[in-house]
C-alpha cells in the first residue's frame, strides 16, 4: 500500500500505520521482558536462568491477566453505552476472566507445561482479540498490533521452551 505524497514520492505503509503511537511503543516495549528473560534462560548459569525463567513465566501470566482485563474494559464501555445486548455482555465478560484464570494455574505448573499452557493460551486470545476485533468489539488497529506483539511474545516463551527441552 502506498499513499499519497509529493509528485514521484510514494510513502510505504504498513500494517501498523493506524495504530496509535502510544500503544504501539508501549506494546513493543512490553515485549522486553519476555525477550529479556528468554535471553537468560539460554544465557545464564543454571542457577540464574531458573530465576530468568520464573520471571518469564510470572511477567507472561500477568500480561495475559492483562490482555482479559482489556476484554472486561470494552464489554463495560460497550455496556455503558447502551450497545449489545445482555447475553453479548456476559460472554465478554465470562471470556474477559479466563485468561487470569489459565495464567494463575500456568504458575501452579512444572516450568515446561506451565510454558505450554502460556503458548497456547497467547495463541488462542489473540484468536480471541481477531474475533472480537472482526465483530466490532475491539478497534481493527488492535488485532493488528496483537498479531505482531503475540508472534513476538510466542517466540520468547518458545525460545525458554526449546532451552528446557534441550537441558
Do not use: N
Request: hydrophobic fraction near 60%; charged fraction near 10%; proline fraction near 7%.
Amino acid at each position: 500500500m502506498t499513499e499519497p505524497g509529493p509528485p514521484g514520492a510514494t510513502k510505504a505503509r504498513t500494517p501498523l500505520d493506524t495504530v496509535p503511537r502510544a500503544a504501539a511503543v508501549l506494546g513493543f516495549a512490553g515485549v522486553i521482558p519476555f525477550a529479556a528473560a528468554a535471553l537468560g534462560v539460554w544465557l545464564l548459569p543454571d542457577h540464574h536462568a531458573a530465576t530468568a525463567l520464573f520471571a518469564q513465566l510470572a511477567y507472561g501470566a500477568a500480561i495475559l491477566s492483562f490482555l482479559g482485563g482489556v476484554h472486561w474494559g470494552y464489554a463495560l464501555a460497550d455496556a455503558a453505552g447502551g450497545r449489545g445486548t445482555e447475553a453479548a455482555f456476559s460472554l465478554r465478560l465470562g471470556w474477559s476472566v479466563l485468561p487470569a484464570l489459565v495464567a494463575w494455574a500456568s504458575l501452579l505448573l512444572a516450568p515446561i507445561p506451565a510454558l505450554g499452557v502460556l503458548l497456547v493460551a497467547f495463541a488462542a486470545h489473540f484468536t480471541g482479540d481477531r474475533i472480537a476485533a472482526a465483530r466490532g468489539y475491539l478497534p481493527p488497529w488492535y488485532a493488528r498490533l496483537r498479531k505482531h506483539l503475540t508472534a513476538l511474545v510466542v517466540a520468547c516463551l518458545g525460545a525458554a521452551l526449546v532451552r528446557l527441552l534441550a537441558h
